[in-house]
Structures are given as C-alpha cells and as structure tokens.
Nanobody, 124 residues
Framework: QVQLVESGGGLVQAGGSVNLSCAALGRPFSGFAVGWFRQGPGKERAFVAAISHNGRRTTYADSVKGRFTISRDSAKIMVYLQMNNLKPEDTAVYYC????WGRGSNLEPDYDYWGQGTQVTVSS
C-alpha cells in the first residue's frame, strides 16, 4: 500500500504559477513512475503529465505542453508539477498517482495508487 499526499494547490490569477508536490508517505518513489491527473468542474479526470521511474522520460498532455513541468528529486522522495502561465481552464482538482510497473503512461488503469487531490483555482 502506498499513501500519497499532494500539496501546493490554491487560488492564483491567470498567468500565474503554482508548484504542486506529491509525497509517498513512509517510502521513496524508487521504481515507481508517477503521474499527475486533473478533474475540472463537470469534467472527466484527465491525464496531465507523467515521469518514468528513473526520471529520464516525461510525457505531457497537449494542453499543458510548454507550460507545465514534471520532475522528481534525486532522492526520489518528492515529485513536483510546476505549472506556469496558468489559464482558467486549468482549474481542477489535481491528483498524483503511482504506477508500480514504472511505465509512466497517460492511462488511468496503469496507476495503482492515488492521492486525495489538491484544488487549483485559476481566476481570470
């Protein structure tokens, strides 16, 4: 069992930045790929970004390419999602998730454990 905790959400104006963090309580992320997903108001949960188990491969949704950056620290304790140039349509609850097989795909079924989510609200 892996318990994930997201932090860093909040209210930000359009064009601003937010840095989300994801921690796996009691253990490092070693061997795991980590993904970020989001669910906006009235929308299905959707893929945002993923990073492979070794940090060498990252994948992004087209809607966030060039604005968001996923990274993990060298100790593999934290995974981050740096979000720049935010738009109102980025408003959502953001979830981190781990893939125990290290794939780092954009598919929800590939992820085994999920956090509770953190709200990001972008005002226009």
């Amino acid at each position: 069992q892996v318990q994930l905790v997201e932090s860093g959400g909040g209210l930000v104006q359009a064009g601003g930045s937010v840095n989300l963090s994801c921690a796996a309580l009691g253990r490092p992320f070693s061997g795991f790929a980590v993904g970020w997903f989001r669910q906006g108001p009235g929308k299905e949960r959707a893929f945002v970004a993923a990073i492979s188990h070794n940090g060498r491969r990252t994948t992004y949704a087209d809607s966030v390419k060039g604005r968001f950056t996923i990274s993990r620290d060298s100790a593999k304790i934290m995974v981050y999602l740096q979000m720049n140039n935010l738009k109102p349509e980025d408003t959502a609850v953001y979830y981190c998730a781990v893939d125990g097989w290290g794939r780092g795909s954009n598919l929800e079924p590939d992820y085994d454990y999920w956090g509770q989510g953190t709200q990001v609200t972008v005002s226009s």
